[in-house]
């Protein structure tokens, strides 16, 4: 009933995945491990797993994560998979994606929804929807479909990495079928992502791409989006001459001169504050 793809490089969490999965699933099931420490990009990495399943419906899941709902897999198959035009189901994502250079989330109110949690013992609770989400890019965390979606789509190989094969196989499956969010399955994802220099890089690249999908932005939309992404990663651990292309690639003007300025180069934050 279920084929579950994972490619692992870390037995730890896999190990206890597996475990996890048998004691939760509620469902036949068969899980196709996929070895990669580092051989192959993940995209290559699911299409070799999906090959090989024997079930129709599919998901391709990160190893690093823990169900805590029992009987998920029958809310998956019975509910989730039997939606209008289902294209690909996940539990993070957004109503829109405009053609700008960041994740899956655009930052802006009331359109990105994440149903996962990352720290033991946060007590957050959702606010869940009365109908499934409509969205069209998602996070690769947890990313469901049937067969032959998968076979209409498949992953894209060109992307060698680890970043954004997610975003361009739900921005592919936007264009032609409707992509859900799954907001009542109990997870937890013991990782929140590496953002740093090679993400970045990723990111550059994927936005030369074209979507017929890509949402029309308006110039308050676009300020928004700038904002939320040059304080998102002003952080983390990205290069000078890599910060430098991101900006060139995203843009900035009067409104979002100081975000820019404080993305590409973190240490005058405090000055431009005073």
């Given amino acids: 009933m279920l084929s579950i793809i994972i490619s692992s490089y870390q037995p730890k969490y896999y190990f206890a995945l597996e475990k996890n999965i048998a004691e939760t699933v509620g469902v036949p099931y068969e899980i196709i491990k996929i070895e990669n420490p580092g051989l192959m990009g993940i995209a290559e990495a699911y299409n070799k797993g999906a090959k090989k399943a024997r079930f129709e419906n599919l998901l391709f899941l990160h190893e690093d994560v823990r169900f805590d709902s029992l009987n998920w897999g029958n809310i998956l198959v019975d509910k989730y998979f039997q939606l209008p035009n289902v294209g690909i189901l996940g539990l993070a994502g957004d109503k829109v994606k405009f053609h700008l250079p960041y994740g899956f989330s655009s930052g802006l109110m009331n359109s990105g929804y994440m149903f996962v949690k990352h720290r033991e013992g946060d007590e957050k609770h959702f606010l869940i929807p009365e109908t499934p989400l409509k969205v069209k890019p998602m996070d690769g965390v947890f990313l469901a479909m049937k067969k032959n979606v998968w076979q209409d789509l498949k992953f894209d190989e060109r992307l060698k990495g680890f970043h954004f094969y997610d975003l361009e196989i739900t921005m592919r499956a936007s264009e032609k079928y409707q992509n859900y969010l799954v907001h009542d399955i109990g997870f937890f994802h013991f990782s929140t992502g590496n953002f740093g220099t090679e993400w970045v890089k990723a990111c550059i690249k994927f936005n030369k791409r074209n979507y017929s999908s890509y949402d029309q932005v308006a110039p308050k939309q676009k300020r928004d989006v700038r904002k939320f992404w040059y304080k998102r990663l002003q952080l983390e651990q990205i290069d000078f001459k890599t910060r ?15 975000e820019a300025t404080s993305f590409l180069l973190p240490m005058t934050r405090k000055y431009l504050k005073k």
């Fill in 244 to 258: 430098l292309h991101y900006v060139l690639t995203m843009g900035f003007n009067k409104d979002t001169i100081t």
